[in-house]
């Protein structure tokens, strides 16, 4: 594991050939040709845009599911499977899957605005780079959601029944319980949540490689596409190894950030 770890920092320092071979130290170069490339500061951006619009959806999203579910009604055991199928279904699967639906002859998604009036010309959706970024995104939530709803729900099951029960002897309304109860009791498990889900949404390759493959233009690229098309289409292993290096970077300047509030809170 260690080892092609290393050989990724050390190609990042080094000129190499077609194969990946090392062949002449050049120090920075590598990284100094990535920051005068405008293109990567714009994949870069878009990196940490779609990071945090994905991360604050599922969260926001999560929260709001898990506690629905912790309601005691009728069905509740079914409606707690149900939300488990995105996750729990292969990622290349569930992206092939949206593919289909996103297609403008025969996907689900258009023929249902077409039959219903809703939208009588749809777009086609993975052709234009707005709409399919924001359709990448949406399957990214749509696949990473029920994980936040597993893991809030968990730590609303945990929190004593007595402390909602003495509020509301103080006369403490829904929203004071909430506020004053739930999310404190809550805010360590959402770091480490948030944590993981930041992590593999920075990492996400499926989705985007399977629904567009960075296109079009390169418009949904994101560092980890990038990456993956200029070491293995490109064959620019030097100049994707010190983009891997970049992530890195980014990733455990995250991770340090979120340890010190979990530590902190702990």
């Known amino acids: 594991m260690f080892y092609p770890i290393a050989y990724v920092f050390a190609m990042a320092f ?6 990946g071979n090392l062949v002449e130290y050049i120090g920075t170069d590598n990284f100094e040709t990535l920051f005068r490339t405008a293109e990567f500061w714009q994949v870069t951006l878009r990196s940490i845009i779609w990071t945090a619009l994905a991360v604050a959806a599922k969260t926001l ?7 629905l579910l912790n309601i005691d009604f009728k069905g509740r055991k079914w409606a707690r499977t149900l939300v488990i199928i ?11 899957l949206w593919q289909w639906t996103y297609n403008n002859d025969f996907g689900l998604l258009n023929y249902t605005l077409r039959v219903t009036g809703l939208w009588d010309d749809p777009p086609i959706w993975l052709a234009y780079p707005r709409s399919a970024f924001f359709a990448n995104l949406y399957v990214d939530i749509w696949i990473g959601i029920p994980f936040m709803v597993l893991v809030h729900l968990a730590g609303l099951q945990a929190i004593p ?19 004053y109860i739930t999310l404190p009791l809550l805010k360590r498990i959402m770091l480490i949540a948030t944590l993981l889900s930041v992590l593999w949404t920075f990492n996400d390759f499926n989705v985007i490689y399977i629904l567009t493959k960075g296109g079009p233009a390169g418009s949904t690229d994101i ?20 983009m891997a290096v970049i ?10 950030i979120y340890a010190y509030f979990y530590f902190k809170e702990e």
Do not use: C
């Open 14 to 19: 080094f000129r190499t050939n077609r194969l």
């Open 61 to 67: 999203a999560g929260l709001g599911i898990a506690l």
């Open 86 to 96: 995105p996750w729990a279904s292969s990622v290349p699967i569930s992206a092939m």
């Open 161 to 179: 029944q007595e402390l909602y029960e003495s509020a509301e002897v103080d006369g403490a309304n829904p929203w004071q319980k909430f506020y």
């Open 223 to 242: 560092l980890i596409t990038y990456i993956y098309k200029h070491a293995f289409e490109f064959l620019k292993f030097g100049t994707a190894a010190a």
């Open 247 to 256: 992530t890195f970077g980014i990733l455990l300047t995250v991770s340090l």
